[in-house]
């Protein structure tokens, strides 16, 4: 294989199916790694995308310094984006953010602004949009640029609906609602009838680091005549499914993906046949030193405290 650029390694990320979790004989559950990404994530993506973008509108010059709210993973994709393509990064994350995501983003030299946790993620926005506004910095705002959902129409949607020839379910957290709105347009182009399924915390401002939509919240991307259905999901039971995926599939998934399988497997259960796709958005390693699987096998009282997704 010929020597590439990092940012050209983001995206084409592996569809892998999981041999052994598929309650159902005649059921096939695949999983797409996002955590092949050179971050580790999906927001790769997404970051990518919307830097570009700007760009090309005029509004990102050399020099100036990008400006994101992001309870860990698009905080790390702009770290890592942001020096590869010259600018620096300011990143607004709440204080609950999953043990060691500070770490990371000082690695890479990012700026971290700490908020505080009451606020959820709809504070760290707030935040940002203000710091975004200043001379010399850019507000990214992934929760509300369409690029977010154009992105993963044009790249992730393409690359799973070409790689099977049927597709039934569609698992995805809502988060930005980016993945979901955008993959999910893409696969009804090609497989009409296939249910777009969104996962969300049971909690309020906890998993996705976003209020659950039954609490008020309601990301400005996300159309919800696109979804079939959702679920609520509680941090223990995401957590439980994630290990779970560790030790029979030996892939090393986030939280979120547990969540994904969780439902995935909900959903199997009541199927004679088919696919179920299912997104992992990023890889286990950043949680790891919380060991949040002791704290589910404990029933720890505090895990919808942090911000796992």
């Known amino acids: 294989m010929p020597p590439v650029e990092l940012l050209q390694m983001i995206g084409n990320t592996p569809l892998v ?10 059921v096939s559950v695949y999983a797409k790694l996002e955590g092949q990404n050179p971050s580790g994530s999906i927001k790769d993506r997404v970051v990518l995308g919307m830097i570009r973008a700007a760009e090309h509108r005029g509004d990102l ?11 860990g993973n698009t905080a790390i994709a702009l770290a890592m984006i942001g020096k590869q393509m010259g600018y620096s990064a300011s990143v607004v994350v709440p204080k609950d953010a999953a043990p060691n995501i500070g770490d990371i983003l000082n690695a890479y030299g990012a700026e971290v602004v700490w908020c505080e946790s009451r606020g959820g993620m709809k504070g760290a926005i ?21 690029v977010n959902i154009q992105t993963h129409y044009e790249c ?24 979901i709105m955008g993959v999910g347009r893409r696969l009804r182009e090609k497989f009409p009838q296939v249910r777009i399924i969104g996962v969300e915390p049971q909690m309020g401002e906890r998993l996705q680091g976003l209020r659950n939509i039954s609490e008020g919240y309601m990301p400005s991307l996300l159309d919800m005549d696109m979804l079939s259905g959702r679920f609520l999901l509680d941090s223990a039971s995401a957590i439980r499914a994630t290990h779970r995926i560790i030790q029979s599939e030996g892939i090393l998934a986030g939280v979120s993906a547990g969540a994904t399988v969780h439902v995935a497997m909900r959903l199997a259960e009541k199927m004679d046949e088919g696919n179920i796709v299912v997104m992992f958005s990023d ?27």
């Open 283 to 309: 890889g286990a390693w950043k949680y790891l030193p919380a060991r949040p699987w002791d704290a589910a096998a404990r029933g720890d009282e505090q895990l919808d405290e942090t911000y796992w997704w």
């Open 17 to 26: 199916r999981l041999k052994r979790l598929s309650p159902r004989r005649g």
């Open 156 to 179: 992730t949607g393409k690359e799973i609906a070409e790689a099977l020839d049927r597709i039934d379910v569609f698992v995805a957290g809502i988060g930005t609602s980016g993945t």
């Open 61 to 71: 010059r050399p020099g100036m310094t990008i400006v994101e709210a992001s309870s």
């Open 126 to 146: 707030e935040q940002a949009r203000e710091m975004g506004a200043r001379a010399g910095c850019y507000y990214l705002g992934q929760f509300v640029d369409q």
